[in-house]
């Protein structure tokens, strides 16, 4: 009989094991891929970003969830005012030094097999079973004890369960809906899920600006509206964007995807606002294309953007002006229209891209039935979830393995405290 049984070999499930075996619970992990941790290799692009130094306790801006009140779940789990600083320790008591990029935290190597590498041996160390390529089916709950078994009809006997089987994205890495139904198996109430950071389709077809890349600020509204502008912002970021066949990608589009989800979702229809030339004031512009005369729009605007864009808005205004029966004048009106474009380049967002192309799944087993502080479930005994497969979805740049380590941790260390407790318990019975 093991004291804890952990399903799914990814940062969470891996962290939990070491967390609790270090404190001497007899563990075993199943993990229904060849390898542990695949998609801790694939992160940041194979360097692996960590977590990030831009953390302070408005964790809303990090992370998403549909239940209202995640971010004092976010606060009761990390406790510590700072999350990064936890992991960096973390991973330097298992003897792996970091290094920093900007506020981005990457293994000192910038290699994610050196995350890897550190989690593995310690796991050996630490004589942590790992049972490969095996899938969990079922798990029972039968006179106080767990039993769970696989699809290759091994049976494993274990006093506490903790369900570390991550999100559906990237089924390449070992991606899979299989977590979301062993929990509904077990009466344990989880969301919709859907997939975030990830590219959005556009309800127009741009693509005949497909490859282009500018960097911009993007702005994120539904579609309530006071006179004629949108009304409510739900977020906003800055970098590069990649328009693409199907709409438009990159990491800051991938920020904004959770928060476009949970707006598709709900019914509401999702717009982004690209400011495509954030650090140009109009005065520049106007003074540009008077300097030149008014001569072609699309030259003067090539100035500024990239020449496919430039033509596209260019285009757009003209069909606009002749639409209304209008001759074309190249004025200060003219330039108006330009620039008005140039700052609120509006785009719908009809759907995310699917579960292939998403780093992240949102939503998945509800918080409100888990305590933050052990990750135990409600009413449950013995029974823990962990990481991506909860309601909590992070932006880019280290929150979501951040989230899957700490919570992975807490569940560890949790299970240690409760066995401890029961065995105080049985002793004072005993007296
Ligand atoms: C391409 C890519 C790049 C990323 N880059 C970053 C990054 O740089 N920084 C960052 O913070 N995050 C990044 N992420 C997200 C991050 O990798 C995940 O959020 C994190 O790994 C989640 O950890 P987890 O332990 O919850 O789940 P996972 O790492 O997905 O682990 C779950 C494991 O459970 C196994 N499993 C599932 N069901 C069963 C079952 N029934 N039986 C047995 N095993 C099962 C799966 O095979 C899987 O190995 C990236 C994701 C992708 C796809």
Not at 56 to 62: E, G, P, V
Not at 127 to 152: F, M, S
Not at 176 to 199: F, H, M, Q, V, W
């Amino acid at each position: 009989m093991y004291d804890v049984c952990i399903i799914g070999g990814g940062a969470s499930g891996m962290a939990c094991a070491i967390a609790a075996a270090g404190m001497g619970l007899k563990c075993i992990i199943i993990e229904k891929e060849a390898k542990l941790g695949r998609k801790i290799y694939a992160s940041g692009n194979g360097r692996c970003n960590i977590t990030n130094h831009n953390f302070d306790r408005a964790y809303s801006k990090y992370y998403n969830s549909s239940f209202s009140d995640y971010e004092g779940f976010l606060k009761r789990l990390f406790i510590k005012s700072s999350p990064d600083k936890e992991i960096t320790d973390f991973l330097f008591s298992l003897g792996m030094p970091t290094y920093d990029i900007g506020s981005y935290v990457y293994p000192y190597s910038l290699q994610a097999s050196s995350l890897m590498w550190t989690l593995t041996d310690k796991i050996k160390e630490l004589k942590i079973d790992a049972l490969l390529k095996t899938c969990v089916e079922k798990i029972d709950y039968i006179d106080e004890a767990y039993v769970i078994k696989t699809k290759k009809n091994d049976i494993i006997h274990a006093s506490n369960v903790v369900l570390a089987c991550g999100g559906a994205g990237y089924e390449s890495l070992g991606g899979s809906k299989k977590g979301y139904e062993l929990a509904k198996a077990l009466d344990i109430n989880c969301t919709d899920i859907r997939p975030s950071l990830c590219g959005l389709i556009t309800k127009d077809d741009i693509s005949i600006l497909s490859g282009v890349r500018i960097r911009a600020r993007a702005f994120l509204y539904d579609d309530s509206k006071k006179n004629n502008a949108f009304k409510t912002m739900y977020a906003c970021e800055e970098g590069e964007l990649q328009f693409t066949d199907y709409g438009i990608s990159g990491i800051m589009i991938f920020n904004l995807s959770g928060k476009a989800g949970s707006l598709i979702s709900s019914q509401k229809r999702a717009y982004i606002s690209l400011d495509l030339l954030p650090d140009i004031k109009d005065e520049i512009i106007f003074d540009v294309f008077k300097k030149s005369n008014y001569r072609r729009p699309k030259a003067v605007l090539n100035n500024f953007l990239n020449d496919k864009l430039a033509g596209y808005i260019v285009d757009n205004i003209e069909k606009d002006i002749k639409a209304s029966c209008n001759d074309i004048k190249y004025d200060e009106q003219y330039v108006k229209k330009i620039t008005e474009a140039l700052h609120s380049f509006n785009i719908e967002i009809k759907a995310l891209k699917d579960f292939d192309n998403a780093q992240v799944t949102a939503g998945g087993i509800c918080l409100d039935i888990i305590n933050p502080k052990d990750m135990s479930i409600t009413n449950k005994n013995g029974l823990y979830a962990v990481g991506e497969l909860t309601d909590i979805d992070g932006i880019c740049g280290g929150y979501n393995l951040t989230y899957a380590f700490i919570s992975g941790i807490r569940a560890g260390k949790g299970i240690y405290d409760k066995i401890k407790s029961d065995k105080n318990q049985r002793k004072k019975t005993e007296y």
